[in-house]
């Protein structure tokens, strides 16, 4: 029977996305892991891989087309051996944009028979197609995507069985409906449920009453993206939900500044360019990083069943790019040598300004650091961004005077802002943490060893 291929979900936060372009077209053959289309989210452009075998039989939304809703229907694929205009005739119609939610429309059509449908004893049995509901996401297991049809992972996902714990019998080990039942009949396991993320409650002016204010035509009004309203989300709901805590410390920079200096001048040139050159971001990066190796109390993430604790310091990076920031990750930086950080940071800071970052780049992560030092910035409170519980606010590095075995001379200092989320890091703990961070940056020599 015809397959539905939807707008797929990129990343957590994303709910529409521009098609931006077909990389097949209609009566292309395609198989699991055909790379089909590319699709513009708020963050980044991501290509979209078949999941399915078959041949595209009908293309719904034409490429260019914005803000097409996620689970939309965008095109009809027909199975192996069926006939694709048939498929076509067949398939959902669904719009690319959609006032109701998209995933009711798109599962419903994807079981309406067709003349070309084939059916079996397996088939006739009334398990859990009635239920509707989405298929869900592509389930991966030890990083690898395992193939099923849509029905069979829509049962899975109602029944609550792990898919990933299905053997599967169709072409090429395809996990089917045939499987899900057997697996199910069988006593499989249930899949353990995720914490459910808080949900933000809606708050603003509307446009009328906020416009009512100026006179016309002493404004103009500009249509927020998708990473604007993402980001407007994710700090309203962190803010909505997390108790902020903030711990400030001044931190001086004068033997960091020096031993940063020694390292890029012994930098091993290669093709007439250094090997690398090490900015005092990246040497905050690792610092940040090992700060948490030693207070790994506070490298944590909240839930409302556990508290997460992570082995690993993940250190995303917030960069600025046009219309608004995204924050790439340094994975288990406290393991990374100084020069191996700084050439990833500008490789992730480049390709984060293209636009070219895929999601596993830039979501997670377990703390983050906000620089706006080099913008003359002395002091702010950064926004935690969640499942984070920390976020390091630096500032400029500037002359001031300080007292030093009672006398008064001048040093660079730098004034760091802690936040943390107060449910699971309290002040004594943060304190701690930004201690360990200050010890590193006024000894640096430390985190060479």
């Known amino acids: 029977m015809p397959i539905n291929i939807t707008m797929p979900a990129l990343s957590p936060t994303m709910e529409e996305g521009n098609l931006a372009k077909w990389l097949v077209k209609e009566g ?98 009334p398990l859990s197609e009635d239920k509707g509901g989405s298929a869900g996401p592509v389930p991966t297991k030890d990083g690898a995507k395992v193939f099923a049809s849509p029905l069979a992972r829509r049962i899975a996902k109602n029944e609550g069985v792990d898919i990933t714990a299905v053997s599967g019998s169709g ?107 090490i900015s005092v971001n990246d040497m905050v990066i690792k610092a940040l990083a090992l700060s948490l190796r030693d207070v790994p109390d506070a490298n944590v993430s909240w839930t409302d069943e556990n508290m997460v604790k992570h ?59 906000s620089n706006m030092g080099m913008m003359g910035v002395k002091n702010f409170s950064a926004v935690v961004n969640p499942p984070h519980a920390t976020i390091l606010a630096i500032g400029a590095g500037e002359q001031r005077p300080v007292v030093k075995d009672g006398e008064l001379t001048i040093a660079t200092v730098m004034s760091v802002t802690l936040s943390t989320d107060h449910r699971c890091v309290d002040g004594a703990l943060g304190a701690e943490l930004l201690g360990a961070f200050k010890n590193y940056i006024e000894n640096p020599m430390g985190m060479l060893v």
């Open 28 to 125: 292309d053959k395609v198989g699991p892991g055909d790379v089909i289309a590319e699709i513009e989210t708020d963050k980044a452009t991501m290509e979209v891989e078949a999941v399915d075998e078959g041949t595209i039989a009908k293309i719904l939304v034409e490429e260019g087309t914005e803000n097409v809703k996620v689970n939309a229907v965008i095109a009809i694929l027909a199975e192996e051996g069926e006939d694709a205009s048939e498929a076509a005739k067949g398939g959902a119609s669904a719009p690319a944009k959609q006032e109701a939610p998209a995933e009711a429309k798109a599962e419903s059509a994807s079981e309406a028979p067709t003349p070309a449908a084939k059916t079996s004893a397996a088939d006739s049995k």
């Open 171 to 277: 072409p090429k080990g395809r996990i089917v409906k045939r499987d899900v039942e057997e697996a199910i009949a069988g006593g499989a396991q249930p899949k353990a449920e995720a914490p459910k993320a808080a949900t933000a409650m809606p708050v603003g002016a509307s446009a009328e009453a906020v416009l009512k204010n100026f006179e016309e035509g002493s404004y103009e009004l500009v249509k927020h993206d998708g990473m604007r309203k993402t980001i407007a989300k994710r700090l309203q709901e962190s803010k909505q939900t997390i108790p902020h805590f903030y711990v400030t410390m001044d931190c001086e920079l004068d033997a960091l500044l020096s031993l940063r200096s020694q390292l890029n001048k012994s930098a091993p040139v290669k093709d007439d360019k250094p090997a690398y050159k």
């Open 311 to 369: 082995k690993h310091a993940d250190v995303g990076v917030a960069v600025s790019i046009p219309g608004g920031l995204i924050t790439p990750i340094v994975r288990s930086a406290e393991t990374k040598t100084l020069s191996a950080i700084s050439n990833e940071m500008k490789d992730l800071g480049k390709r984060a300004k293209e636009k070219k970052l895929s999601p596993n780049e830039y979501q997670g992560g377990t703390t983050a650091v």
